[in-house]
């Protein structure tokens, strides 16, 4: 009778551990360069990128692009010659890639993850893909 009693408990005990684990920051990438639309627009790109969209913040607001880091962010300059090395077997397009919607997955040497971790869900596809062909210029 005694046992009875006691799944309910452990059974919330494990409904809460799944909880917490769902709200770690350092989420897997949601999808995959392949799930990328190949035709892209730098201007676009680069208005994302200043201004943002919606819930989406402007990267700017943390990143700049001259080669200042910022007080909390890495300056994205030179990051098309670099982005390529960062992590063995990831493409520069992969890594950007994640780097946009999933932050925590590989976090700058001197820095924490405290980039925005909500892009793959406030812009779309074709934005992640605009904005990936902006930085591939900034070299
Ligand atoms: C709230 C601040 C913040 C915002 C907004 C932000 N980032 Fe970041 N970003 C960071 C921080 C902090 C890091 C370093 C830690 C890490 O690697 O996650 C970083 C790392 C990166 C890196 C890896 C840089 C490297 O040298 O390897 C890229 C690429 C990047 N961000 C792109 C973007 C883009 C594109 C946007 C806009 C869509 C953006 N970030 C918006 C804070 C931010």
Redesign the pocket.
Known sequence: MKMFFRWPILVLAMLMLGLVACQDDSKEAAFSVADLPTERDVEVGKG??ER?DGD????K???TTDGEDGP???S?KS?AN??GD?VDGETAEA??LN??IA??Q???EG??????SK?DDK?SKQQIAD?IAY?LTLN
Do not use: E, K, Q, W
């Open positions: 994302l990128f943002g989406a913040p402007a990267c607001t943390c990143h909390s962010a890495p994205l990051i670099d982005a960062r890594y950007l780097s946009i932050p925590g590989h976090v700058v820095y924490r993850n405290t980039m925005f892009y812009l904005l930085l």
